[in-house]
């Protein structure tokens, strides 16, 4: 298995500057919300599944990976897709949330939070 590599990690990081287009600070009661990162910021979950639509199913976990105090972003380039695939099932069945900088997404209901089908998170 190949690595995805630095290129592609870019490419999956710069999805960053479209996700924090999409930000908001009110959401309608129940509406699902990703948080984005540790400084409060969020987008719908619509818009979340639109800007990750057209893109592979792996990028938004490799992209939730990266530099999430667990793994840099060279960690994550330097793994295969079925390797970015494991760490996130590894993530989610552990619960942990460590600190994050910028990428580990977080589902929210904007009324009630709910734990994130993805990395496991609260």
């Known amino acids: 298995m190949s690595a995805i ?16 287009a999409c930000m908001h600070e009110k959401f309608e009661p129940y509406e699902g919300v990703f948080r984005l990162n540790e400084s409060g910021e969020y987008v719908s979950e619509n818009d979340w599944l639109n800007v990750w639509g057209g893109r592979p199913t792996w990028w938004h976990k490799a992209w939730m990976l990266a530099d999430n105090g667990q793994y840099t972003t060279s960690a994550v380039a330097a793994m295969s897709v079925a390797e970015i695939e494991r760490a996130t099932m590894i993530r989610a069945s552990s619960r942990s949330t460590p600190s994050t ?16 089908q993805i990395c496991g998170s609260r």
Do not use: H, N
Not at 6 to 19: A, F, N, P, S
Not at 101 to 116: E, F, G, K, L, N
């Open 5 to 20: 590599g630095e290129q592609t990690m870019d490419r999956i990081l710069d999805v960053t500057d479209e996700l924090q």
């Open 101 to 116: 900088p910028r990428s580990m997404a977080t589902a929210y209901r904007s009324d009630a939070r709910m734990q994130c």
